[in-house]
């Protein structure tokens, strides 16, 4: 798997086309960023911590940050499909350990795009048609990886009209918040009170793990570095600016929604935003929200996929994967077999799972990924390349290691069976392809 990505963008020296400018891949993280969490989970903070949702939103967005600038440096250094898998393998060399990384971080895009496929078929769908769940599901899978099959372009291309829409949708939410504001109707000091019961630094670190949640998304950007053009310069940029976009937006969410709405009346609802701008008066259609709020919970499931795909791509390339997942089809060069395995899988958890548990598990599945991540970048600090990259100072990463660790102390034991459960279909994955490639080597000699 210690294949030297160098310094070069040229079409023949990768199986996937460089399609991907600043613009698109800033739009791309924005899309991935700004999508489900903040639509469907406001409420669930609010259970959590009370009013002071902005509390719990910070922390999250300090994690986010420090790892973020640990995948800049990774990325430009060693600009490769396969995200922090690869740089598992280049700090450790041990293959065993670089497919379960990357197959955690596959697992964690599966999980999430089954998560956004029951969101998707949830309350919002209903407001707007009555058709059963399970169904409703299973036909948005599909459709997101016929677009997945077309081309990383085509997706990142509908990912764009998406966005404008998801963060119409936001600045929606926003605005009414200040109308209802100004007009003296709303309570700001619901922003100071925090959940009954539920002391507050609990409650702070409790909503710290939803909150996070909604951030997830910018670590999916590392396995579409061999699509990127010049990935030194379009990573740092697109990266920390669309992070910096979400926390703004997500912050200026929370401040309104409670300002709006009391904390108790968003815990009850699954649909918060909606309620905000229903409660407003402002006269903003409920149907009209909930369409933008659908294409929101699409945006991210279709990106979460193209990660999980280009992720088994990536393991495949590696020689960790079957070969038949790095087979990519005349023309569109997508990874056909690892794209249907992707949607095949989604399909099955989201008709066995819920959104809740869900997307818990997508955040320790990722927490142990960014702590992989982390190690990995100290230990590949004293190992230098041709080209320029971006620098991270060691503390960075540092204190990114001690954050998530943090962060992990706030599962449950039902969600670290779940990952426990991931890493055993892992480790039976690895032994069987490693058992193939050894007959395969007998046969051929």
Partial sequence: MSKDPGTTTSKTQTGLKRAIGAPLLFAFIVGDTLGAGIYTLVGTMAADVGGAIWIPLLIALVVALLTAATYAELITKYPHAGGAARYVDRAFGFPYLSFLVGFLMMASGITTAAALANAFAGDYLTALIDVPAAPAAVVFIILLTLINLRGVRESLTANLVASIIEVTGLVIVIVVAAIVLTSGNGEPSRLLEFAPDVPPLQGAFAASIVAFFSFLGFEAAANMAEEVRNPSKAYPRALFGAIGTAGVVYLLIALGAVIVLPPADLAE??????????????????????????????????????????????????????????????????????IVVVAA????????????????????????????????????????????????????????????????????????LSAAAYIVVGSVLFLAARAGRKHQERVST
């Fill in 269 to 338: 609802s699954t649909g918060p935003l909606l309620a905000v701008v229903s409660a407003s008066g402002v006269g903003i259609p409920p149907g009209l929200f909930s369409i933008i709020a659908l294409i929101a919970i699409a945006n991210g499931a279709l990106l979460f996929m193209v990660m999980a795909s280009r992720v088994g791509y990536g393991l495949a390339e590696a020689e960790l994967l079957p070969r038949a997942f790095s087979r990519v089809l005349p023309g569109r060069r997508t990874p056909w077999v690892s």
């Fill in 345 to 416: 899988l989604t399909i099955v958890l989201a008709l066995t799972g819920n959104v809740a548990t869900l997307a818990e598990t997508t955040v320790l599945l990722l927490l142990l990924v960014f702590l992989s991540a982390n190690v990995s970048v100290l230990v590949l600090k004293k190992d230098k390349v041709a080209h320029g990259h971006f620098t991270a100072p060691r503390i960075v990463p540092v204190l990114a290691i001690i954050a998530s660790i943090a962060l992990l102390t706030q599962q449950t034991g039902t969600i670290w």
